[in-house]
T-cell receptor, first 115, second 114 residues
Framework: AQSVAQPEDQVNVAEGNPLTVKCTYS??????LFWYVQYPNRGLQFLLK??????LVKGSYGFEAEFNKSQTSFHLKKPSALVSDSALYFC?????????????FGKGTRLHILP | ETGVTQTPRHLVMGMTNKKSLKCEQH?????MYWYKQSAKKPLELMFV???????ENNSVPSRFSPECPNSSHLFLHLHTLQPEDSALYLC?????????????FGPGTRLTVT
C-alpha cells in the first residue's frame, strides 16, 4: 500500500541548533514530495517540493529537504532553528498513475524549538 | 495570507441544524479540495473538484454535501451531523491538474457539533 510515514510525533530542538524532521514514503512510480507547515489556528502552508532534478531542495524560511531515492526519504532540515519555527509539519506525497492523481499526507510532526 | 479564504472561522451547531461552510480562492486556480483535520488523526481528504466537476468523494457520509458553482467558490453543506464530525475543515486550491502543483490552504473552519 502507498503511504507516507513521519516517525516522530514531536521533535524538540534548542534554538540555534540544526533541526531535522523525518519523512519516508512508499509509493509506486515517481514520487512528487512536498512539505507543509501549519501554525496554530492556521491552514497548511507550502514550504517546498521535490519534483525532479537536484536532490537538495531549498524552500521558504530557510528550510531545505533532501530527496534520497535509495532510502525513500525526504527529510526536512534547517541549519539553525528559530523559536518561530515551532509548528506542525506535514510531509506529503503526490503520485500520478493511470490518470489518477492522489496526495497522501503524513500524520504530522510537532516541532518545538526551545529558547 | 494564502489567497484562500474560509467562512465562518468558527461554527457551533446542534445535530439537527443545517449550516454551510464557504471557501473562496482568489488565485485563479482550477482545482479545489475539502479536508477534515481531527486531533490525533491524519489529514483526511473529503472531496476534490476539478474545473467545477467533482472528481473524488472519499466515502464521505451523505450528511456532508459539497457544491462548487464555479472555480472560485466551494461550499460544504452540513446537516444532521454527529459529535464525531467536530473538527477543523480545511479548504485548499491548486492551479491545475498537474501533480507538480502544490496546494494552497485556507485557515479552516473550526466546527463543533453539540
Amino acid at each position: 500500500a502507498q503511504s507516507v510515514a513521519q516517525p516522530e510525533d514531536q521533535v524538540n530542538v534548542a534554538e540555534g541548533n540544526p533541526l531535522t524532521v523525518k519523512c519516508t514514503y512508499s509509493v509506486s512510480g515517481n514520487p512528487y514530495l512536498f512539505w507543509y507547515v501549519q501554525y496554530p489556528n492556521r491552514g497548511l502552508q507550502f514550504l517546498l517540493k521535490y519534483i525532479t532534478g537536484d536532490n537538495l531542495v531549498k524552500g521558504s524560511y530557510g528550510f531545505e529537504a533532501e530527496f534520497n531515492k535509495s532510502q525513500t526519504s525526504f527529510h526536512l532540515k534547517k541549519p539553525s532553528a528559530l523559536v518561530s519555527d515551532s509548528a506542525l509539519y506535514f510531509c506529503a506525497v503526490r503520485v500520478f498513475m493511470n490518470r489518477d492523481d492522489k496526495i497522501i499526507f503524513g500524520k504530522g510532526t510537532r516541532l518545538h524549538i526551545l529558547p | 495570507e494564502t489567497g484562500v479564504t474560509q467562512t465562518p472561522r468558527h461554527l457551533v451547531m446542534g445535530m439537527t441544524n443545517k449550516k454551510s461552510l464557504k471557501c473562496e480562492q482568489h488565485l485563479g486556480h482550477n482545482a479545489m479540495y475539502w479536508y477534515k483535520q481531527s486531533a490525533k488523526k491524519p489529514l483526511e481528504l473529503m472531496f476534490v473538484y476539478n474545473f467545477k466537476e467533482q472528481t473524488e468523494n472519499n466515502s464521505v457520509p451523505s450528511r456532508f454535501s459539497p457544491e462548487c458553482p464555479n472555480s472560485s467558490h466551494l461550499f460544504l453543506h452540513l446537516h444532521t451531523l454527529q459529535p464525531e464530525d467536530s473538527a477543523l475543515y480545511l479548504c485548499a486550491s491548486r492551479l491545475g491538474t498537474s501533480p507538480t502543483y502544490e496546494q494552497y490552504f485556507g485557515p479552516g473552519t473550526r466546527l463543533t457539533v453539540t
